[in-house]
């Protein structure tokens, strides 16, 4: 069994910066990719950031050059540093990995801009 465990997340006022964790333990025979979506209030769950095991990010288009996604070598542990945070980036923020053929969820923490 594979578990993502998530931190970092709070309450930050707009313009602020938040840097969020997930480290995945376990079974891990081979991450394809791991990394974050989120999910606002009445919204769907979206793509914030994403790292393949070949080192390719794939960005949500809200992103605009704000959010960087990186990891270990290993793809084991992934950090999102958000900067320039906004009211609307409000949302609970999901870890997700790939790993063989499977997908992956954290239980998800709370990110909060606000003034």
Aim: with cysteine; hydrophobic share 35%; aromatic share 8%.
């Amino acid at each position: 069994q594979v578990q993502l465990v998530e931190s970092g997340g709070g309450l930050v006022q707009p313009g602020g910066s938040l840097r969020l964790s997930c480290a995945a333990s376990g079974s891990i025979l081979s991450i394809n990719y791991m990394g974050w979506y989120r999910q606002a209030p009445g919204k769907e769950r979206e793509l914030v950031a994403v790292l393949t095991s070949s080192g390719i990010r794939n960005l949500g288009d809200f992103v605009e050059g704000r959010f960087t996604i990186s990891g270990d070598s290993a793809l084991n542990t992934v950090h999102l540093q958000m900067n320039s945070l906004k009211p609307e980036d409000t949302a609970v923020y999901y870890c997700n990995a790939h790993i063989g053929l499977t997908h992956y969820w954290g239980k998800g923490t709370l990110v909060t801009v606000s003034s």
